[in-house]
């Protein structure tokens, strides 16, 4: 709501001065940043708090915790509805917006000429703010009930020590805070910097400030299976989380911004034509999945060297330790790019759509950044969620029979566990076919919709007549609806079916097969579309033609391709990944009392 009403005042303010329009839409995208966290943290607390006093107090911590693992279950749940969903809505509208307006009719982008233009910006709004919001408050949740559970073992009446994992979000706010009066904004050259430089401040605030309250609420040494871990050894992990989230902001910005050569690569590849284009984004997607692979590999190997499952875990946490600036640099992105089209839709003077330009040009790159942080988060979410079910799942069984080791029995060369494998490692390939031919057969009814306007509304093209942006909308939100429900069903069915049919070791290898495959898949889908997003503002500034020529035709199309990409199925794996293992989390008694029926 704050971001809708944030892209008017945005662009009221940008005729008065970049600066102010500058402080308008982060301020806008900071409400999701310190809304998101703060209700994350105070629910998660509240319902310790709320369980601790109705529960019998023989019950055992673990149990407590388990419960609370369902607070992270309903948030999964509504984010598949507001990412899968969301990410249908904005890309129908944008895809049918672009093919039709800019490729066929030749207008700019955003002009009121446009039917899907209004279902364009409301699918931003969408897509971009309420489904990376809500796909990053199940991150959140699912991390710390993640370290939850797993500490519930080691820290079994420790209260600091089991809360610790929600003082490690909660920390984050009075940073974020101070990182935010640390920037002003004066000039154009100041925008795109400033905001990564609230990341990297904020990341050094986090690590000073999260290393007292380490040695203050984690004892000096613990055991967990057996094997003794100490508190600068959790530290550590939280700051190997730390560093590979800001690791992987930064490499993705690499790929996706136009400052440097891939992107640049892929926009000389314009020049013979739509084909080049789209092969040179392919292979730049593939090549950026690389190196934050490598981060995020160290991100579970140091942790689990330091502190075992319970480092995986906090690792986790210490990467979305600056979830706040990182949600408002995200948010910002669409409430400028907004900014930009209300200005272009109310005929505004020239100076103002300059200045939402320069503001959603650093927003384009931000969200880039954004998409691969929450991709990043998601992978370590999922991993830590993974070692809580395994946790879980291993002093349920040792209650049936001691001597009984889980983790010894999980191996490749059970040939459960490597069918598993196999069934997860498909799964993200599905799903992404499942959303990319949903926003495919929306947008083709938007394209007819568009196409039937321009033909049958007299006066439409000379602006003497009003376009029916409603009926394009409700495409969008029909669509949206009714094509979220067979990925929803995938996600949610698969961990389920294969717990009760087979045994944990099958749960276990599909979590880590979808895990491994799922990331890779998003990466490369998000950055691949970042990159022919900002190919093509690229060209439009000037460069290798500008606007109106072949090479930015081809530009155009790459763009469109890359639309359900960057923005539906790349992210929208996030919530396969993490919502799968929260399930498999929730439903391990379950699985240990009734799971195996076709193995049994």
Not at 17 to 35: D, I, P
Not at 255 to 281: L, Q, W
Request: include cysteine; aromatic fraction near 8%; glycine fraction near 12%.
């Amino acid at each position: 709501r704050i971001a809708t009403q944030g892209n008017v005042r945005t662009t009221v303010s940008a005729n008065k001065s970049l600066s102010e329009a500058f402080n308008v839409a982060l301020r806008s995208g900071s409400v999701m940043g310190f809304a998101l966290v703060s209700l994350a943290s105070l629910g998660m607390l509240l319902i310790y708090l709320f369980l601790l006093n109705i529960m019998p107090d023989e019950l055992p911590t673990h149990v407590l915790m388990e419960v609370i693992a369902g607070f992270g279950l309903g948030g999964s749940s509504i984010a598949l509805f507001a990412r899968v969903g969301g990410g249908i809505f904005t890309k129908a509208a944008d895809v049918g917006a672009d093919l039709v307006g800019k490729v066929e009719a030749g207008i700019p982008e955003d002009d009121p000429r446009n039917p899907a233009v209004i279902a364009d910006n409301v699918g931003d709004n969408v897509g971009d703010v309420a489904g990376m919001g809500a796909d990053l408050f199940g991150s959140c949740a699912e991390s710390t009930c993640a370290a939850m559970v797993i500490s519930a073992v080691a820290f079994s009446g420790v209260v600091d020590a089991l809360l610790y994992p929600i003082v490690i979000s909660a920390m984050g706010i009075p940073v974020s805070l101070l990182t935010m009066l640390m920037i002003k904004v004066n000039t154009e050259d100041q925008v795109g910097p400033a905001l990564k430089k609230m990341l990297i401040i904020s990341s050094t605030l986090t690590a000073l400030v999260m290393f007292g309250v380490t040695m203050m609420l984690v004892p000096e040494s613990f055991q967990i299976a057996g094997a003794t871990y100490s508190n600068i050894g959790v530290y550590f992990c939280f700051l190997t989380g730390l560093i590979a989230g800001l690791a992987v902001g930064l490499m993705t910005e690499y790929y996706t911004a136009h400052e440097y050569n891939p992107v640049r690569e892929v926009a000389k590849s314009c020049e013979t034509g739509s084909a080049t284009n789209i092969i040179f984004g392919l292979a730049l997607g593939y090549q950026s999945a690389v190196g934050p692979y490598l981060a995020i590999a160290l991100a579970i190997y140091i942790p689990w060297m330091l502190a075992g499952m319970y480092g995986v875990a906090i690792a986790s946490l210490g990467m979305l330790g600056t979830l706040v600036i990182a949600l408002t640099i995200d948010a910002y992105g669409p409430v400028s790019d907004n900014a930009g089209g209300i200005a272009e839709m109310a005929g505004m003077e020239e100076h103002v759509r300059n200045r939402t330009d320069v503001l959603d040009a650093a927003g384009n790159t931000t969200a880039a950044i954004g998409k691969g942080f929450a991709i990043g988060a998601a992978i370590l979410t999922s991993l830590a969620l993974f070692a809580a079910f395994l946790t879980r799942a291993d002093l349920l069984l040792k209650e049936q029979n001691p001597d009984f080791d889980l983790l010894g029995s999980i191996s490749l060369l059970d040939p459960l566990v490597y069918t598993g494998l196999f069934i997860g490692a498909v799964l993200p390939a599905y799903f992404s076919a499942m959303t990319m031919k949903s926003v495919g057969s929306a947008a083709y009814k938007m394209i007819e919709e568009v196409r039937r306007q321009f033909r049958s509304i007299p006066g439409l093209m000379e602006g003497k007549a009003e376009a029916d942006y409603e009926q394009c909308v409700a495409i969008s939100t029909q669509a949206a609806l009714k094509e979220m429900v067979a990925p929803g069903i995938l996600i949610m069915g698969t961990p389920l079916v294969v717990g009760f049919l087979f045994d944990i070791q099958a749960v276990a290898g599909v979590l880590a097969g979808s895990l491994v495959a799922g990331g890779v898949i998003a990466i490369s889908s998000s950055n691949s579309g970042g990159a022919w997003d900002n190919a093509k503002k690229y060209i439009e500034k000037g460069n290798l033609g500008g606007k109106g020529t072949d090479v930015h035709k081809a530009a155009v199309v790459g763009d469109t391709v890359g639309d359900p990409l960057k923005d539906t199925s790349g992210p929208s794996l996030n919530i396969l990944i993490k919502l799968s293992a929260i399930l498999a989390l929730v439903f391990v008694p379950f699985f240990v009392q009734y799971g195996g029926l076709l193995v049994r």
